[in-house]
């Protein structure tokens, strides 16, 4: 069981670059959401999917879109890659249910570090 | 907007000794509180949640303790160990349990 997986773990683009940050769980959960990190900062939503075939903003979309691809993948886009996009990036997943340990937690993948020169 | 906010963001302890960690919420409406432990380099690690119609709920060394009239929300780790260093989070949700808000982050460093 590997839990929530990211791909790539670190990448560089520079402004105006493209690229998509994958993510996958094998938890069978419903709803899964992409967060970024900046220094000094807590988590911020950027997009969730509560369930298959559903998508919602977060806090901070501006600049990203999303694709629940199927119920196992959901992945991020940056369109046009801009500094201000340099942060450390995570995909979590939840089941809809509460858990064994009856909370609602949110499991994390590792993360990807993207840096936009 | 409504945020999650925390009094501290350095706590330093000696190896052995209690650790509290404190957070400050301001949505009223928020009915579920989680804390997450964050390692370098590595994602948040779920620790303890609560619902708002609870004070207290006792984990593993772990207490998290709610005090709805003051909107203040704490973390109780019992005889802190090396490995307890790291950046802890408390977060709350409600709205269906979908959306977290997260605190900026207390980073505990364990002496020995």
């Known amino acids: 069981n590997a839990g929530v997986t990211q791909t790539p773990k670190f990448q560089v683009l520079k402004t105006g670059q493209s690229m998509t940050l994958q993510c996958a769980q094998d938890?069978?959960?419903?709803?899964m959401y992409w967060y970024r990190q900046d220094p000094g900062m807590g988590l911020r939503l950027i997009y969730y999917?509560?369930?298959?075939?559903?998508?919602d903003k977060g806090e901070v979309p501006n600049g990203y879109n999303v694709s629940r691809l199927n119920k196992r993948e959901f992945s991020l886009r940056l369109e046009s890659a801009a500094p201000s996009q340099t942060s450390v990036y995570f995909c979590?997943?939840?089941?809809?249910?509460?858990?064994?340990?009856?909370?609602?937690?949110?499991?994390f993948g590792p993360g990807t570090r993207l840096t936009v020169t | 907007g409504e945020s999650v906010g925390l009094h501290l963001p350095t706590l330093s302890v000696q190896e052995g000794d209690n650790s509290i960690i404190n957070c400050a919420y301001s949505n009223s409406a928020s009915d579920y509180f989680i804390w997450y432990k964050q390692e370098s380099g590595k994602g948040p690690q779920f620790i303890i949640d609560i619902r708002s119609n609870m004070d207290k709920r006792q984990g593993q060394r772990v207490t998290v303790l709610l005090n709805k009239t003051v909107k203040h929300l704490s973390l109780q780790i019992a005889a802190t160990q090396p490995g307890d260093s790291a950046v802890y989070f408390c977060a709350e949700g409600s709205g269906g349990y979908n959306k977290l808000i997260f605190g900026a982050g207390t980073r505990l460093a364990v002496h020995p």
């Open positions: 938890m069978n959960h419903n709803s």
């Open positions: 999917s509560a369930s298959e075939g559903t998508t």
């Open positions: 979590a997943s939840r089941n809809r249910d509460r858990g064994a340990g009856g909370a609602y937690e949110q499991y």
